[in-house]
């Protein structure tokens, strides 16, 4: 079992940044591939970024490319998603997620463990 405990949401204008973080607990972090999804309202949930276990790889969605970096730190067992230049069709609940196996963390499986969500709303 995976505890997954995000924060770092808030309100911020078009053109800021936030950091999100996620800290787990119950598994060793290094173990568990991470991920943010997020849902906008009247949306399906979708995949913005991924990482490796070690690190090594990441995944980053077409729409964040090059605005978002998502980074782990194995010691804090704790993954960040840091999102520059944010648009207001960023505006969305963000979600943690982990898995042990990386296809089933991006697919977005309901068998990954999930965090309770952080609103991220972006005023034009």
């Known amino acids: 079992q995976v505890h997954l405990v995000e924060s770092g949401g808030g309100l911020v204008q078009a053109g800021g940044s936030l950091r999100l973080s996620c800290t787990a607990s119950g598994r060793t972090f290094s173990s568990i591939a991470m991920g943010w999804f997020r849902q906008a309202p009247g949306k399906e949930r979708e995949l913005v970024a991924a990482?490796?276990?070690?690190?090594?790889?990441?995944y980053a969605a077409d729409s964040v490319k090059g605005r978002f970096t998502i980074s782990r730190d194995n010691a804090k067992n704790t993954v960040y998603l840091q999102m520059n230049s944010l648009k207001p069709e960023d505006t969305a609940v963000y979600y943690c997620?982990?898995?042990?196996?990386?296809?089933?963390?991006?697919?977005?499986?309901?068998?990954?463990?999930w965090g309770q969500g952080t609103q991220v709303t972006v005023s034009s």
């Open positions: 990482i490796s276990r070690g690190g090594v790889s990441t």
């Open positions: 997620a982990a898995s042990t196996a990386w296809g089933t963390l991006t697919a977005g499986s309901d068998n990954n463990y």
